[in-house]
């Protein structure tokens, strides 16, 4: 294919679109205005007849810039993919027509977008080029595993059924974890009545039988390198022996630690042989074997027994747990059947202030306690005074009155704390250094699970609570650190089941990162995208801006202090991009010119024209999906408006704020995730990171004379169609009230 660019803008006239638009109009706009060498309209542009076309100008016209006029850039993903050249998506379907009233007074401004969203399609590809991959490429079909619980063993079979080599990290001498350590399940099949065996003993034969997984036991990580595809790993023995290996990415189920119930000193814990945690009667029950259990103190078969729900969690007593641990409700009604399948006449009460019995079988399971006689007590306890046998003392919550009981053994339910690593999380908020200072909050201070070689700390990232980072909705399982993915108790609370099917989600995310890394291709959520960015050295200040805003560490600096890009660590959101004060980084695909020539393709219309144009910067995660849903239910907005998909607000540029509002843009928008700790940012931190930026914009804008409302930024969630509308319309009225621009002049 010849080096010379040469544009084909294709015009789609389904949907309506001809309908609405003066289709020879825009073919015209396309090669008189934005120099398309070839412009061709259809009917079905996503027909195999219209992909053909396309495809035909590529193969014989040579055509290495395609820009379609049609659908939004998120539909028929499947239909438009062709190889070795630039693909623009211009959107004429959700992005004007489905918008606009079918009137003949909407005609003309629905034209106007019709026009604009053309000529940026076409500024934007002729500043596009072909991605092609970095040469960093490695195949490497092997997973690292680190831990060899329930959910490490799961991630190692589900691998070797895909064909993967896993090797098992233990750092304890047997495999099988928390959960070797109980003597039932909670139920996992239906009828979900009776607690089941673990299936821990055939889980370890399995592992240990298959020829695909390699387990070292009494072992640590102690130095884990490179990327995706590429990881090496030193597995250093009990011996003191190092083995290094390669690996193509990597699974942490490294499970979590009991709470330290000493810390519960009105329950009596440590005082009173018979108040006991679950752990400690799973393995009272396993030394009964399905006969009487029999209590610490002085063997004496149990004939009443409590249990206290949420015995330091849910709760923010300094060194309590803030959060619930899913699982203690279920686990309590398992152990009372213990009693209560050995012994129906033994009492079992569960004194809680919430139950919670999450999964398919919850319900099901709590009325099977309730049908064995399992007694549950709305209450919540405030003592347990220790005497020959433990006295409970609590506020029955439906009597409304104190009372006590005294029963032969307490069981506290005290949940879990994760085993993450060391935190790495290198910035509090207020709100958690207020916590730490006063104590509200877990700290957790543990040996490295990983010992990464990463400039960003030595274990992925974690949560407030001290999980390692992870965001349930967006991408379960994937970290901070691409090709590391969290699985089971470390990631978030949860029971045995639960613990499996993460490991299998988990082991399938890390076996598509080590595929996609052998071919250069980024990671969730641009699955698939070649690009990676590259800088103009010449240009750099070595400011370092790049290096620490980078969410997923994949920026080093070599030793004159200039940036070194890892491919395979970067996820391509382009926040480096827009952290650049002197704009040298870009990437072939998306740069500050594929931007920026968009907006001033636009034409601005004169004061006197009393049509104003409102710029609106839309991550392409949430908040673009969000415009898309807006148009599929016919929800208008302004027709001043002309809306550009960014991949983050992380990597918008002040460059393009600059730019349109000397192009003579009255406004601009910009629209991305909702940010903090409970982020849904697909790239963490890029929506916090534009919001910091954004807040100094306004000072800028007043030093010029132009009122600071004329730039405005918003979270999104996808779900918002009706904020993204009612906020393009308010930015409309809020110009109507302070004017045109008066940089139009």
Not at 103 to 120: F, H, K, S
Not at 634 to 646: C, D, G, Q
């Amino acid at each position: 294919m010849s080096d010379e660019m040469k544009i084909g803008a294709y015009i789609c006239k389904g949907c309506g679109i001809a309908d609405r638009l003066d289709v020879g109009q825009l073919e015209m706009t396309a090669t008189r205005d934005g120099k398309a060498a070839i412009c061709k309209q259809h009917d079905f542009l996503c027909s195999e007849e219209g992909v053909k076309l396309i495809q035909d100008d590529i193969d014989n016209e040579g055509v290495n810039r395609v820009v379609i006029a049609a659908c939004s850039r998120r539909a028929k993903t499947e239909a438009f993919q062709f190889e070795n050249v630039a693909l623009v998506r211009t959107n004429l379907r959700e992005g004007v027509i489905w918008v606009r009233p079918d009137t003949d007074e909407a005609r003309e401004t629905t034209q106007e977008m019709g026009d604009d969203y053309v000529r940026m399609g076409c500024a934007e590809a002729k500043y596009a080029h072909p991605p092609k991959p970095s040469g960093e490429q490695g195949l490497t079909r092997a997973i690292l595993i680190a831990g060899g619980g329930v959910s490490g063993m799961t991630a190692a079979l589900e691998a070797s059924k895909a064909g993967y080599k896993s090797t098992i990290v233990e750092k304890s001498g047997s495999l099988g974890g928390a959960t070797a350590q109980l003597f039932k399940k909670i139920p996992t099949k239906a009828p979900y009545a009776d607690p089941e065996d673990t299936g821990v003993d055939e889980m370890i034969a399995a592992v240990e039988a298959d020829p695909n997984i390699t387990v070292f036991l009494n072992a640590t990580l102690t130095k884990t390198a490179g990327a995706p595809g590429r990881f090496e790993a030193d597995i250093t023995t009990e011996s003191g022996s190092t083995e290094t290996q390669m690996f193509g990415s990597i699974v942490q189920a490294s499970g979590f630690k009991p709470f330290d119930a000493s810390v519960l000193t009105e329950f009596s814990y440590g005082k009173s042989k018979d108040v006991v945690t679950q752990l400690e009667l799973e393995a009272l029950a396993k030394e009964a074997n399905g006969g009487p259990i029999k209590r610490p103190s002085d063997g004496k078969e149990v004939s009443s027994v409590m249990f206290i729900q949420c015995a330091g969690q849910r709760s923010k007593k300094e060194g309590h747990l803030e959060h619930c641990s899913g699982y203690c409700c279920s686990a309590s009604i398992k152990q009372a059947m213990y009693f209560k399948d050995q012994n129906p006449d033994i009492d079992t009460v569960v004194l809680y202030t919430d139950l919670r019995t999450p999964g398919a079988g919850g319900e099901n399971f709590y009325r099977s306690g309730q049908k064995k006689g399992v007694i549950f007590t709305k209450g919540v306890a405030s003592e347990v005074v220790h005497s020959q046998n433990p006295t409970v003392k609590f506020k029955d919550l439906i009597l409304d009155e104190d009372t006590e009981v005294e029963v032969d053994l307490v069981v506290l339910a005290t949940g879990m704390v994760p085993n993450a690593g060391s935190s790495t999380r290198e910035e509090l908020t207020a709100d958690e250094n207020e916590a730490k200072e006063t104590g509200n909050e877990i700290r957790i201070d543990a040996d490295s699970i990983l010992n990464l070689d990463y400039r960003q700390g030595k274990d992925v990232p974690h949560m407030a609570n001290g999980f390692a980072d992870s965001h349930f909705i967006c991408f379960p399982y994937e970290t901070q650190r691409t090709g590391i993915y969290t699985a089971g108790p470390t990631r978030r609370p949860m029971d045995v089941q639960q613990a499996i099917d993460d490991a299998t989600g988990a082991a399938m995310k890390a076996i598509n990162e080590a595929e996609n890394a052998a071919l250069g291709r980024a990671a969730h959520p641009r699955s698939g995208d070649l690009s990676f960015p590259s800088f103009r050295k010449e240009g750099c200040t070595q400011c370092k801006r790049c290096t620490v805003e980078c969410p997923f560490g994949a920026i080093n600096e070599d030793e004159e202090g200039y940036p070194v890009y890892n491919e395979s660590r970067c996820r391509r959101c382009g926040t480096c991009m827009g952290a650049c004060p002197v704009r040298v980084i870009s990437f072939e695909n998306y740069s500050i010119d594929t931007v920026g020539q968009q907006l001033k393709a636009v034409d601005i219309p004169d004061e006197f024209d009393e049509k104003p144009r409102i710029l609106v910067l839309a991550c392409e995660n949430d908040a673009y999906p969000a415009l898309d849903m807006a148009a599929q239910n016919k929800m208008e907005y302004s027709a001043f408006t002309r809306i550009i998909p960014v991949r983050c607000l992380g990597s918008v540029s002040l460059s393009w704020i600059t730019d349109s509002m000397n192009s003579g843009f009255d406004g601009v928008i910009l629209m991305g995730c909702p940010s903090g700790d409970d982020y849904q940012c697909h790239f963490v931190k890029g929506s916090g990171t534009a919001q910091e930026r954004m807040g100094k914009v306004g000072d800028t804008l007043e030093s010029l004379s132009l009122e600071k409302e004329r730039v405005q930024t918003y979270e999104i969630s996808i779900t918002d169609i009706q904020k993204v509308t009612q906020i393009i319309n308010d930015m409309e009225s809020t110009i109507e009230q302070i004017g045109m621009s008066p940089f139009k002049f």
